[in-house]
């Protein structure tokens, strides 16, 4: 029986964004510097209404400027474009986030692509995209990142280990899967249509789960001792009518296998807030060619 411990990411984001908040008093100090993020909103989708109140809430306290632009579900893809392209120009503004999903009649990837690569807070640009997989600097999308942090914390020194990626997608997997490469682990990207999943699994000394499946990975897919950081936030029905979060890991059931194992809530969710906070930081510093300072780790 190993003895789980649980890795508390609200806690390393309350850290985290204490360093944030340090760092931009520096830059205003030494160099006149406040960085700026500005938030795309379309349509009125209540969960994106609450996740874009929070980042506005949270730039404001790290002493940053916070740019919300609140569009109508109607408005058309010309517009929202021309709305980037003033962003892209904007010299008060480093960080440019649209606020995904975007209603049925707008392309998406079209929009994405429109945000300059150097402002492109959420790393989802082709551009950035490229940049990981070549072991370039560049925006790294915003939960991996907090994923690597928190690994990082707990796993200083993480060459040679196995690492199992369950999911492919643009905005956690595939990127996840490259920071852990950078860091020398030997990555095995498993997905849909994995053979032996379960079987690949075990042999993980690292499992990151991002699939958005209600506890899929079960305990006896982890190996014993594993890191385990569970990405997915699902909410279900309980018995009572009521609802709550779950994630992609039977977390119950690792109980007593897993080494380490992020909950859900409480896990990975806080850091990807953080860590665009921090990327809006490290865009700022990049636009303007102002070192970052040693302990800023990965950018």
Known sequence: ?????????????????LEITEEVAGLKAAHGLQPGLAVVLVGEDPASQVYVRNKGRQTVAAGMQSFEHKLPADVSQADLLGLVAALNEDRAVHGILVQLPL????????????????????????VNAGRLAAGLPGLVPCTPLGCLLLLKDILPAMSGLEA???????????PIAQLLLQQNCTVTMAHSRTRNLAEVCRRADILVAAVGKVEMIKGDWIKPGATVIDVGINRIETAEGKSRLVGDV???????IAGFITPVPGGV????IACLLRNTVTA????????????????
């Open 103 to 126: 209603p049925g009649h707008l392309d998406a990837d079209a929009v994405i692509a429109c945000i300059d690569p150097d402002k492109d807070v959420d790393g989802l640009h082709v």
């Open 1 to 17: 029986m190993v003895d789980t411990q649980r890795i508390d990411g609200k806690a390393f984001a309350a850290k985290l964004l």
């Open 164 to 174: 199992v990626v369950v999911g492919r997608s643009n905005l956690v997997g595939r």
């Open 269 to 272: 969710g806080p850091m990807t």
């Open 250 to 256: 039977a977390f119950a059931e690792a109980q007593g």
């Open 284 to 299: 700022a510093r990049r636009i303007l060619n102002i070192a970052a300072p040693p302990q800023a780790g990965i950018s």
